[in-house]
Nanobody, 117 residues
């Protein structure tokens, strides 16, 4: 059974940093693309960042460019997202997902990130 488990969320003040982790079990990260999504209070789930299976390409939504960094550690079957200069509007449940060519078929349960002003 394929499973993704996120961790690293929490409460942080604006301007602070957090690093989210997503550990995959049941199948290796390669050759799957990995993505991070978020759903804020009263909002639709939105794309945040993605990294290709080879790790050679990363993509970010405009609102997090220059602040968030996605990376992957094959040996640990883990994907990370370093979030810096956090803003209150980054408050959301963050989900990681695994898939191919932008079609994600496995999702984690989410981790809450709350940024206070």
């Amino acid at each position: 059974q394929v499973q993704l488990v996120e961790s690293g969320g929490g409460l942080v003040q604006a301007g602070g940093s957090l690093t989210l982790s997503c550990v995959a079990s049941g199948r290796p990260l390669s050759p799957y693309d990995m993505g991070w999504f978020r759903q804020g209070p009263g909002k639709e789930r939105e794309f945040v960042a993605a990294i290709t299976w080879s790790g050679d390409k990363t993509t970010y939504t405009d609102s997090v460019k220059g602040r968030f960094t996605i990376s992957r550690a094959y040996a640990k079957n883990t994907v990370y997202m370093r979030m810096s200069n956090l803003k209150p509007e980054d408050t959301a449940i963050y989900y990681c997902a695994s898939g191919v060519a932008g079609r994600y078929d496995v999702w984690g349960q989410g981790t809450q990130v709350t940024v206070s002003s």
